[in-house]
């Protein structure tokens, strides 16, 4: 609070924060916190998946992430000469669409979900990442004059950092409360009751025995403990799911922003021009 008051009313402040009532920067810089909610949190999210779900070592979940940031290096170069051709703000909203639709590609996985599955959103989320980064910044930041030059780069990043912060904690949250409603929906149906549970149960207990446990009750606890892990394991799959649905909302309201946004070399700032 004492930061905010020193700020907004010393003549020469630290970091201008009346940057933040200008249009372009204002909506620039919420667009930019959900960006950074999405970025680290996918990073966040994808390596948790491979590795509690699919088991996949770190060497593994590299060789999937890298698809993520291959394509970036071919795109990222080209991005600057796409925005003379283009306005940057349709540059920014098909990145944003198409980063939104890496995410919702991904609500529905399985248990066979894997690299196979996650190479194509993964290489949509690239393209929709080079698409929005550079032409964010260069419009959220236009017509800013060079003595806020310092104030506008030190917010925008903090800004995109702070997101990733916030994202990740959200998602951890998230992932922990969505787990926990699934398992208990699912626990539902997983009953003595049901013929299927029964015969599943069967099915494990003789497994067990097969395979070495010649007492039978331990072979059906061991066939219980087993139950409870396929339902725990199918719960944790919705959740992840549940995080990608987030992560792509988040995203939406990014591309609300960014239709508010003014074309960078009419804005209403002073140097604009």
């Given at each position: 609070s004492a930061f905010l008051i020193i700020e907004l009313t010393v003549k020469k402040p630290l970091l201008n924060l009346r940057l933040l009532v200008r249009r372009n920067f204002g909506f620039g810089m919420l667009a930019n916190f959900l960006l950074g909610i999405a970025l680290y949190g996918s990073v966040f999210i994808l390596p948790q998946y491979l590795a509690r779900i699919q088991g996949y070592n770190a060497e593994q979940i590299g060789m999937v992430l890298a698809w993520t940031g291959l394509p970036q290096l071919v795109l990222i170069p080209l991005v600057p000469r796409l925005m003379q051709k283009l306005d940057a703000r349709l540059i920014i909203g098909v990145g944003f669409v198409l980063f939104a639709a890496s995410n919702f590609m991904n609500i529905y996985m399985t248990g066979n979900y894997a690299a196979d599955q996650l190479l194509w959103p993964n290489v949509v989320r690239a393209i929709g990442q080079a698409l929005v980064m550079a032409p964010l910044s260069a419009v959220a930041t236009s017509g800013i004059e060079p003595e806020n030059a310092g104030s506008a780069s030190g917010l925008f990043n903090m800004m995109r950092n702070l997101g990733g912060a916030v994202g990740i904690a959200l998602l951890q949250t998230l992932l922990?409360?969505?787990?926990?409603?699934?398992?208990?929906?699912?626990?539902?149906?997983?009953?003595?009751?049901?013929?299927?549970?029964?015969?599943?149960?069967?099915?494990?207990?003789?497994?067990?025995?097969?395979?070495?446990?010649?007492?039978?009750?331990?072979?059906?606890?061991?066939?219980?403990?087993?139950?409870?892990?396929?339902?725990?394991?199918?719960?944790?799959?919705?959740?992840?799911?549940?995080?990608?649905?987030?992560?792509?909302?988040?995203?939406?309201?990014?591309?609300?922003?960014?239709?508010?946004?003014?074309?960078?070399?009419?804005?209403?700032?002073?140097?604009?021009?």
């Open positions: 922990t409360k969505r787990e926990q409603y699934h398992s208990n929906v699912l626990m539902q149906s997983v009953s003595l009751f049901e013929q299927a549970t029964r015969t599943r149960l069967e099915q494990l207990t003789q497994y067990f025995v097969n395979h070495g446990i010649l007492d039978r009750a331990d072979a059906l606890h061991r066939a219980y403990v087993a139950i409870g892990h396929i339902v725990q394991k199918q719960a944790y799959i919705l959740a992840f799911s549940d995080t990608f649905y987030l992560l792509g909302v988040a995203l939406i309201v990014a591309l609300i922003a960014t239709l508010f946004l003014k074309k960078a070399g009419h804005a209403s700032a002073g140097g604009a021009h």
